[in-house]
């Protein structure tokens, strides 16, 4: 059974201080990859895929992403204000769950950036989500081919795609994307406050409702100043 979400979570609030100097005087959503913004590379994609509403949380320097998005039609961007308060990748999704609704949603970080394969990878999420099985289905990049990423991996993944964490000394081969769908049933007796998504993902984990769909394309992990440009240099050998 699949899905087909027509509201999304954008998450944009964070200080992007590992982006510095870029981030001194503007949010990292809005740092430009290939003459667009981090921010719009997302929007296009949830468009089109089909999502008409996107909730854009805010806190550090709010005033430029709220002026950059204002225009924005497809999909029309909902604001959720969070400059008084520091909430947390969790606590701003909780925030906002009175503007997703009921059905599963789209969950997306501001400044991943991904090339799609043959098919665009936020519809196979849909098409693979089972509402059923899972309460949360993660995009998840192979970390040997992904760009500016040198970690450890998040994620091991089994055939039928359910994940295991990766203990503390492991080396596992995928790491997180940053775009997912996740039913809203998740957050119900979720803490009020700050709080990490990574508490959500753990608890899903331990329910056994936690699962992934490995990307088809290249993801990048656009972290710092120097992997803007090797990030620019994929975009545009891409549609070259």
């Known amino acids: ?30 740092v430009q990859v290939a003459g667009r913004a981090l921010l719009d590379h997302v929007l296009d994609k949830l468009g089109s895929a089909g999502v008409s509403e996107a909730v854009v ?37 909780v925030k906002a769950l009175p503007l ?33 099985r899972m309460d949360i289905l993660l995009l998840m990049a192979p970390t040997t081919s992904s760009i500016g990423y040198g970690g450890r991996g998040d994620y091991a993944m089994l055939p039928d795609g359910a994940l295991r964490k990766r203990k503390e000394h492991q080396v596992v081969p995928f790491v997180y994307a940053g775009a997912a769908i996740m039913s809203p049933s998740l957050f119900a007796d979720a803490p009020s406050g700050e709080f990490s998504l990574t508490r ?18 290249v993801w990048m992990h656009v972290g710092t100043p120097d992997a803007v440009h090797a990030a620019e240099e994929a975009f545009l050998e891409s549609v070259a």
């Open 1 to 30: 059974m699949s899905v087909k979400p027509t509201k999304a979570m954008v998450l944009a609030a964070g200080l992007g201080l590992r982006m510095r100097p870029l981030t001194d005087q503007m949010p990292k959503p809005l």
């Open 57 to 93: 949380n805010v806190h550090y320097l709010p005033d430029q992403i709220i002026d950059h998005v204002a225009t924005r039609t497809i999909p029309r961007v909902i604001i959720s204000d969070e400059r008084d308060q520091v909430l947390g990748t969790g606590g701003g999704v």
């Open 100 to 132: 997703l609704g009921d059905d599963p949603f789209f969950h997306v970080n501001a400044d991943t950036m991904w090339i799609d394969g043959v098919r665009p990878n936020l519809a196979r999420l849909a098409d693979a989500f089972d509402p059923a």
């Open 200 to 217: 959500m993902f753990d608890r899903a984990n331990e329910q056994e409702r936690l699962f992934g769909l490995r990307l088809d394309g």
